[in-house]
């Protein structure tokens, strides 16, 4: 009896092949952009390319399951584990991409939105053509559409700021100097190395801190600044956070403020121990409460000192001292 040979699908194991390429692309540009050998750009870039990839690897698993249905043969662990790494590659690309694309948040965010707090320019955008060019298509095109899904996106297409109404400056009841140290601290303690600085040369003199972090997951760097002002209070702080890269994380600017903001609580609560006592946020206290107050009732005499600063004859004894001139 002649036995016809079995049918065996090409596509299957070419599927498996091509998925693993596509699986191994995208962990390499993970590993390789959370430890910085690869910038932002070739990032994006091996994520696009991984994603087609994969996106070839299932359509070929999907040719050989159909020919293996028809046909019947071998081949079909083959197609399965395409479909598999197929879609394990495109994890990375779809996260990544998908917080490029839904998460909107404002790249560089200040505590106050009129007078922000100077940053020394640490990376330029021009040296990111790919995502610049993808941020401005997003901000022009895709946002807009998603904003005007629901009534409340649309009212904040002109306005993001009641997104976050906790991002306010803040004050305390010390000195700048005594705040300076307590943001240095907090920064030593988030593990971000501060890149610039004006150290306090009195108490009560303006400072600054500039560190430079890093996010947990893919690595992107951020530039978060301090300014701190005296005020009538004590102490005025102003935050500002600063993406490097239009790249998105699960972690945005505004989140970075707050980290900021609750590790400089936690020093003060371990140095002071009463942080309600020196806390006081933004729009706390009403205008009569920040005019500066006389420590003292106002005089109505000139005040004098209690002892003359000199002695006017060689000899004299000094009261209640016991001490006599020297010259003697």
Same mark, same amino acid.
């Given at each position: 009896?002649?036995r016809?040979?079995a049918?065996?699908?090409a596509?299957?194991?070419?599927?498996?092949?091509v998925?693993?390429v596509?699986?191994?692309l995208?962990?390499i540009?993970?590993?390789a952009?959370?430890?910085g050998?690869i910038d932002?750009?070739?990032?994006?870039?091996?994520?696009i390319?991984?994603?087609l990839i $994969?996106?070839?690897a299932?359509?070929?698993?999907?040719v050989?399951l159909?020919?293996?249905?028809?046909?019947?043969?071998?081949?079909? !662990?083959?197609?399965?584990s395409?479909?598999?790494l197929g879609a394990?590659?495109?994890?990375?690309?779809s996260l990544?991409?998908?917080?490029?694309?839904?998460?909107?948040?404002?790249n560089?965010?200040?505590t106050?939105? @009129?007078?922000? !707090?100077?940053?020394v320019?640490?990376?330029?955008?021009?040296?990111? !053509?790919?995502?610049?060019?993808m941020?401005?298509?997003?901000?022009?095109?895709l946002w807009p559409n998603?904003? @005007?899904?629901s009534?409340?996106?649309?009212?904040?297409?002109?306005d993001?700021?009641p997104?976050?109404p906790d991002?306010?400056?803040?004050?305390y009841?010390?000195?700048?100097?005594q705040?300076? $140290?307590?943001?240095?601290?907090?920064?030593e303690e988030?593990?971000w190395t501060?890149?610039d600085?004006?150290p306090?040369?009195?108490?009560?003199?303006?400072?600054?801190?500039q560190?430079?972090?890093v996010?947990?997951?893919l690595?992107?760097?951020?530039?978060?600044?301090l300014r701190?002002?005296p005020?009538?209070?004590?102490?005025?702080?102003?935050v500002?956070s600063?993406?490097?890269t239009?790249l998105?994380?699960l972690s945005?600017?505004?989140?970075?403020i707050?980290?900021?903001?609750?590790?400089?609580? @936690?020093?003060?609560l371990?140095?002071?121990?009463d942080?309600?006592?020196?806390?006081?946020?933004?729009?706390?206290?009403?205008?009569?409460?920040?005019?500066?107050?006389?420590?003292?009732?106002?005089r109505?005499?000139?005040p004098?000192?209690?002892?003359?600063?000199y002695?006017?004859e060689?000899?004299?004894?000094?009261d209640?001292?016991?001490?006599?001139?020297?010259?003697?």
């Amino acid at each position: 009896m002649k036995r016809y040979a079995a049918y065996r699908s090409a596509s299957a194991p070419a599927s498996r092949t091509v998925g693993s390429v596509a699986l191994a692309l995208a962990v390499i540009a993970f590993l390789a952009k959370r430890f910085g050998v690869i910038d932002a750009d070739v990032f994006v870039l091996s994520l696009i390319g991984a994603a087609l990839i $994969a996106l070839m690897a299932v359509m070929l698993a999907i040719v050989g399951l159909h020919r293996i249905w028809s046909y019947g043969g071998s081949g079909l !662990p083959a197609a399965l584990s395409g479909i598999f790494l197929g879609a394990a590659a495109l994890v990375a690309p779809s996260l990544v991409l998908g917080m490029l694309a839904l998460h909107s948040g404002n790249n560089d965010l200040s505590t106050d939105r @009129q007078d922000p !707090p100077a940053v020394v320019v640490q990376s330029l955008e021009v040296e990111q !053509p790919v995502l610049a060019w993808m941020n401005r298509i997003l901000e022009l095109h895709l946002w807009p559409n998603l904003q @005007q899904i629901s009534a409340k996106d649309q009212s904040r297409i002109s306005d993001r700021e009641p997104d976050n109404p906790d991002i306010v400056s803040r004050r305390y009841r010390i000195a700048p100097a005594q705040l300076h $140290a307590a943001g240095a601290r907090a920064l030593e303690e988030l593990g971000w190395t501060v890149v610039d600085e004006l150290p306090p040369d009195l108490l009560d003199a303006p400072t600054r801190l500039q560190a430079a972090g890093v996010t947990r997951v893919l690595g992107l760097k951020h530039d978060v600044t301090l300014r701190i002002r005296p005020d009538a209070v004590g102490a005025l702080l102003d935050v500002r956070s600063r993406s490097r890269t239009p790249l998105k994380d699960l972690s945005d600017n505004a989140d970075h403020i707050r980290i900021v903001f609750a590790e400089i609580d @936690q020093v003060l609560l371990e140095t002071y121990g009463d942080l309600a006592r020196l806390s006081v946020e933004e729009g706390a206290l009403d205008e009569e409460d920040l005019q500066l107050e006389p420590v003292e009732d106002p005089r109505s005499t000139i005040p004098l000192p209690g002892f003359k600063p000199y002695f006017e004859e060689e000899g004299t004894v000094v009261d209640d001292l016991e001490l006599t001139d020297l010259e003697g």
